[in-house]
Every structure is written in structure tokens, then in C-alpha cells.
Nanobody, 125 residues
């Protein structure tokens, strides 16, 4: 079983930055697929950033809406996943969730096996 706990959410002005952290505990493998999702009020959950380590290096994927502004990173030796969010916009407001799955496709299609409880991000205009 893998447990994931997000932190770092808060209220920030447009153009500001936040760094979300996700602490991972339990039994997991470093080659899992890791990611961040968000859900705005009244909208469906969407994936924003994904990361997977493999023998050939790390693979990243970003949603078009955050590419160039958000950066996913990991310190899996210490069981932590990060999401650095810069140049925040009001449309970035929502609950942010970290997730993990042994399979890349399961994660990126929103069917991850492991999820955190979420942390709230509010970007004021």
C-alpha cells in the first residue's frame, strides 16, 4: 500500500509562485509513474504533469495549459514528489492531487492506483 500526502497549497496573487510537495510512504518502486492532477470547482479532474524514471532516463509530460510554467520533479530517495508552479493564473485555481501507478498509461488516463487527498490552490486576480 502506498500513501501520498500533499502540502504547500495556499492563496497567491496572479503571477505568483507556489511549490507543492507530496510525501510518499509505504511500499513503492522508483520506476512507478508519478503525477499531479487538479480539479477546479465544477470541472472534471485533469492531469497537469507526469514523470517516470526508466533505465534510459526520465520522461516528462505536461498539459499544454501549464507547459513552461509548472515543473514536476522528484526526490524519491526521500519519498517526495514536487510541483513547482510559476506565473500562476486565476484559472490554475483548484484542488491539486498527487498520484502514482506502476503503469504510465493508467496514471496519465486518470486511473492511477494511488492518490493523495489533495491540497487547495487559490490564485486571486
Amino acid at each position: 500500500q502506498v500513501e501520498m500526502v500533499e502540502s504547500g497549497g495556499g492563496v497567491v496573487q496572479t503571477g505568483g509562485s507556489l511549490r507543492l510537495s507530496c510525501t510518499v510512504s509505504g511500499k513503492w518502486n522508483v520506476d512507478y509513474a508519478w503525477g499531479w492532477f487538479r480539479q477546479a470547482p465544477g470541472k472534471e479532474r485533469e492531469g497537469v504533469a507526469f514523470l517516470k524514471e526508466s533505465w534510459s532516463g526520465k520522461v516528462y509530460r505536461y498539459d499544454d495549459s501549464v507547459r513552461g510554467r509548472f515543473t514536476i520533479s522528484s526526490d524519491l530517495a526521500n519519498g517526495t514528489l514536487y510541483l513547482q508552479m510559476n506565473s500562476l493564473k486565476p484559472e490554475d485555481t483548484g484542488s491539486y492531487y498527487c498520484a502514482a501507478d506502476p503503469q504510465w498509461v493508467a496514471l496519465t488516463t486518470g486511473s492511477a492506483k494511488y492518490w493523495g487527498q489533495g491540497t487547495q490552490v487559490i490564485v486571486s486576480s
